[in-house]
């Protein structure tokens, strides 16, 4: 999470922007479909980001961000960070309004780690 992604304009443009929005990196595929006009199939779960180099505005259509690899699933959004491992009962949840660098792992405090919990899990499923 929070991997760099650097897509260079069309030639002829020069348009550059810094955008801070939720992406995925399966959205490649469909963000060089988009800028190549070319038809993106149906079944792609990937989103065109193309929209982002035209707008001047802050761009923030995505509300969860997800990643999974090997053993690690984990999800973010604006403000929770939630990590958990295959065949492990424990994890990772941050609270990135008050430690944006997660140095304090609330995955343990039972006052608030049981509620995000439980939201992160629920958007397994429509994922």
């Known amino acids: 999470m929070r991997v760099p992604f650097i897509v260079k304009p069309p030639a002829g443009s020069d348009r550059g922007k810094r955008e801070s929005s939720l992406i995925s990196t399966v959205d ?13 199939p149906s079944e792609m779960p990937s989103q065109d980001l193309s929209h982002y180099l035209q707008s001047d505005e802050h761009l923030n259509d995505r509300e969860l961000g997800y990643m999974g690899a090997g053993g690690l699933r984990a999800m973010r959004d604006d403000r929770w960070k939630f990590c958990q491992y295959q065949d492990r009962a424990d994890g990772e949840l941050y609270d990135l309004h008050n430690t944006p ?7 343990d405090e039972p006052d608030q780690a049981q509620s ?12």
Do not use: D, P, Q, Y
Request: aromatic share 12%; net charge positive; proline share 0%.
């Open 28 to 40: 490649i595929a469909a963000t060089r479909l988009g800028g190549a006009e070319a038809e993106m």
């Open 101 to 107: 660098w997660k140095t304090t792992n609330l995955w």
């Open 116 to 127: 995000v919990r439980g939201t992160f899990n629920a958007s397994w499923l429509t994922l």
